[in-house]
Structure formats: structure tokens, C-alpha cells
């Protein structure tokens, strides 16, 4: 990771880690990264995504590069676009599943991809580097949200079925989603009930989405609905929930959407990317079927990278981010949830029919620190993750990382004994906390 870019892109709180200075000079990099290039620019509806965007465009059209800007967009919508008419790049303002006060800048290439680290690099050598054209040189702004539009007629016609008689209940964390997925499930022929619709620039992901799923559970059971569906702010996650009111993670996606393209014969090879993340479950009973597990870092870029070394068509993380190469080259919570009525309409199952997988026992712990280079490069702390390395070894996995995002590290104990894992992820936390009040 550079020093503006994390493990998706640059983020930070708005007039801290990032501002308009920062945002005009990623525009100004990337402008130079061709000659007369055509970028588009979406966003999601944080408060800070105009001043954020405009400064990034006006960064880009200082070097002559052209920008057009679609307005509120799925980050797997800009993916699309970029590819599908042609533009040089395409831009997505936003922090995903952060709170408001959070934003960020994410790049794909002209083939929708997310760019590399190695191209991350390269740009951020360019910031401190500003250049301008003549003023006859410039570039030009245009507004057309009615691309969007061609996103959704994509979606529209992928996948031939209909939901006639399923109540399904939305939530669109106050987010990218909040127009476009209840209009293709409605058209799907679905009854359905909406949650975090009505964003206000301040309260997208605000105990809503898929980070806050609680409200999802109870409205399916309440309603008797047949799948609840939960994305982040720019919609590139899904959480499902089954009509039991149980949470599907991503974990589970990858499995089930890996067993429907082995079932058919599209599973080539018989390979699936997942992360570092991924429940050993999962990798167990996928190897069972005859499908290996590949394990990519942290962060759906490497999903996706991984996916295109092997030409695997499935991948995702833990969190939801499901990349199906087939259709979309990056993760997209819509797509995903599509898919997954899709199968379970194609097969007549209900979706608690397909969670038959029994996951290790995980405990997740984020511990904010002041400085996570600093807790993971001390060397006390090293020498105890070591030591309780060895521990679990025979019975399970341990993972410390730092968060690509956040002055947050990570802790991920899995075992098949819930007490296990959760009393050696709070024994780390703890430590990790120790280090770091002595550190303050």
C-alpha cells in the first residue's frame, strides 16, 4: 500500500486523511496518464461526494483530460460504463461501507478493473508533481446521469425469471442501491419491502446496510419474506438473510454460487478465489466437491486479480464482496442478489435449503489503535501472536492484520469450539490494547 492508497483505493475522513487538495491531485495524476482521456465519475450519496468529485474532475481537466460525471451510481455500475462505452477510466467517490464523515476515490481501468497496486504507486508519485495544460487545452465537464440507465437494463435482462408471489425485503443502507434495486426486483414481479431509501448526504450506512442487518432479520420474519438483502453504501457488498432470519455471508455466496456452476458444468477450472478471511468450513466442504479453495490477500482487488491468473469465474470475501467474472469484473451486491434468487427460483428451494455447510466457529475483534504500523511492528506483540500461533495450530486459525482503511487491527481466531475462539481473539485484543495505551 502507498501512502494515499489502501486495500480499495484512497480513504479517510473528509477534511483529514482526505480533502479537496488530495482529490484534485489524484484527478491531476491520472489525467496524465494518457492523452485527451475520457473519464466518468460516480458517487454515492455522502454530503462530501460533490466537492470531492468536482475537485477531482477539475484536478483531471486541468491536464486536458475530459470528465463525465453520471451522479449516484453502484460502484459496479461505473465498472460497467467504463468498459461497455468506452471511456479511458472510471471513478467512483466514495467510502463504501464507512460511516458519512468517511469518503474516498476508487479507479478502474477501461476494462473495469480496479488498478493495480503497482499503477496506485505510479500515481501517487504524480501528486506532489501538479502540471497544467494551456488554457485552449483544458478539459471539457459533462452531466449525464441517463447512463446510469444502461447499468440497470444490464441487470434487467441477465437473468430470465420471475419472483411473482415473494415478498423480499431491501436494504439499501441509504446508499448507492436506493433507486435501482427495488425497481429490478419490482419488475421481477417481486412484493417489495424497502429499508435505508431515503439518503440525506449524512446517514447512509446509519444502522442500516450490511453492516447493521438486525432490522433486515426482523422485518423478513415480521413479513414472512422469502430473502432479505442488505448492500453498503456503494452497493459492491451483499449480506443475504434466509427467511429463517439467518444471515448469509459471503462465504456462504461463494459456496452456493461455486455448487450452481459446478451443477451445470461452468465451474472451469474447479477452482474458487477466496481470502485470507475465508471460514475453513467453507474450504472444507468445497474440497469435498471437488473444488479448491484459492486463498487471495485481503481486499477484492486481489480476489479479482487471482480470478484473472487462473480464469476463475467465482470469487469473493467473507464481507460480501462476490466477484462473478461472468458477468460484472468486479463485486456487485445487486448482481449478487439477483443471482442468488435466480438459483434458488431455478432450483425451488428456499435459501435456507442452501446454507447445508457447517462453518468453523469465528471471532472477529477490531481494536482501534493510534498507530497500526507500529502495533504490528513491535516486537513484543510479534512474539505473543507467535506464541499463540502455536497454540491453535492443531485446532484452528489465527489472523492479525491491519485494516486497509482504518487506524484498526484486526483479530480473526476460527476453531470449531465458539468458546475456543472467542477467548483467544479477546486475549490478543487485550494485549494489542496493553501495547497500545503504553504506546500513547
Do not use: W
Amino acid at each position: 500500500m502507498g501512502v494515499f492508497f489502501g486495500t480499495d483505493g484512497i480513504r479517510g475522513i473528509y477534511g483529514e486523511e482526505l480533502n479537496e487538495k488530495i482529490a484534485f491531485a489524484c484527478g491531476n495524476a491520472l489525467g496524465r496518464c494518457g492523452e485527451n482521456l475520457k473519464i466518468i465519475i460516480g458517487c454515492d450519496t455522502r454530503l462530501t461526494c460533490d466537492v470531492l468529485g468536482l475537485s477531482f474532475a477539475c484536478g483531471a481537466m486541468s491536464v486536458g483530460a475530459n470528465v463525465t460525471n453520471i451522479g449516484i451510481c453502484p460502484t459496479a455500475g461505473v465498472s460497467y460504463l467504463v468498459s461497455k462505452i468506452g471511456f479511458d477510466y472510471g471513478v467512483v467517490i466514495s467510502a463504501s461501507h464507512n460511516p458519512a464523515k468517511y469518503n474516498g476515490i476508487k479507479i478502474f481501468n477501461k476494462y473495469g478493473k480496479k488498478i493495480s497496486e503497482l499503477e496506485e504507486n505510479s500515481l501517487e508519485k504524480k501528486f506532489l508533481n501538479q502540471k497544467n495544460v494551456c488554457f485552449n487545452q483544458v478539459g471539457r465537464y459533462y452531466h449525464k446521469p441517463y447512463l446510469v440507465n444502461y447499468y440497470y437494463n444490464y441487470l434487467d435482462k441477465l437473468f430470465d425469471f420471475n419472483l411473482i408471489g415473494k415478498t423480499i425485503v431491501l436494504d439499501s443502507s441509504n446508499g448507492a442501491s436506493f433507486k435501482i434495486a427495488k425497481k429490478l426486483f419490482k419488475n421481477k414481479g417481486a412484493k417489495v419491502i424497502s429499508i435505508g431509501t431515503k439518503p440525506n448526504g449524512v446517514n447512509i450506512n446509519q444502522n442500516c446496510g450490511a453492516l447493521f442487518t438486525s432490522r433486515l432479520q426482523k422485518s423478513v420474519l415480521n413479513k414472512k419474506a422469502d430473502f432479505g438483502f442488505a448492500y453498503d453504501g456503494d452497493s459492491d457488498r451483499l449480506v443475504a438473510v434466509s427467511e429463517n432470519g439467518e444471515i448469509v455471508t459471503g462465504d456462504q455466496l461463494v459456496y452456493i454460487f461455486s455448487m450452481f456452476y459446478k451443477k451445470i458444468g461452468k465451474l472451469l477450472p474447479s477452482k474458487v478465489v477466496g481470502t485470507k478471511h475465508t471460514n475453513m468450513g467453507i474450504e472444507k466442504a468445497l474440497y469435498k466437491n471437488g473444488i479448491e479453495l484459492l486463498r487471495a490477500d485481503i481486499g477484492d482487488k486481489f480476489v479479482s486479480e487471482k480470478m484473472d491468473e487462473q480464469g476463475i469465474i467465482v470469487g469473493g470475501e467473507q464481507s460480501g464482496h462476490i466477484i462473478l467474472k461472468e458477468f460484472m469484473q468486479t463485486g456487485d451486491g445487486i448482481l449478487s442478489s439477483l443471482f442468488l434468487a435466480y438459483i434458488c427460483c431455478l432450483e425451488n428451494k428456499k435459501l435456507s435449503e442452501k446454507l447445508d455447510v457447517k462453518l468453523y466457529e469465528q471471532c472477529n475483534i477490531n481494536v482501534k489503535v493510534k498507530d497500526k504500523v507500529f502495533i504490528l511492528q513491535n516486537k513484543n506483540i510479534i512474539n505473543f501472536i507467535k506464541s499463540q500461533e502455536f497454540e491453535v495450530s492443531n485446532k484452528g486459525r489465527l489472523m492479525v492484520r491491519a485494516s486497509g482503511t482504518e487506524q484498526v487491527i484486526r483479530v480473526m481466531v476460527e476453531s470449531e469450539n465458539q468458546f475456543f475462539s472467542n477467548n483467544l481473539a479477546n486475549k490478543i485484543a487485550d494485549y494489542i490494547k496493553q501495547i497500545d495505551n503504553i504506546n500513547s
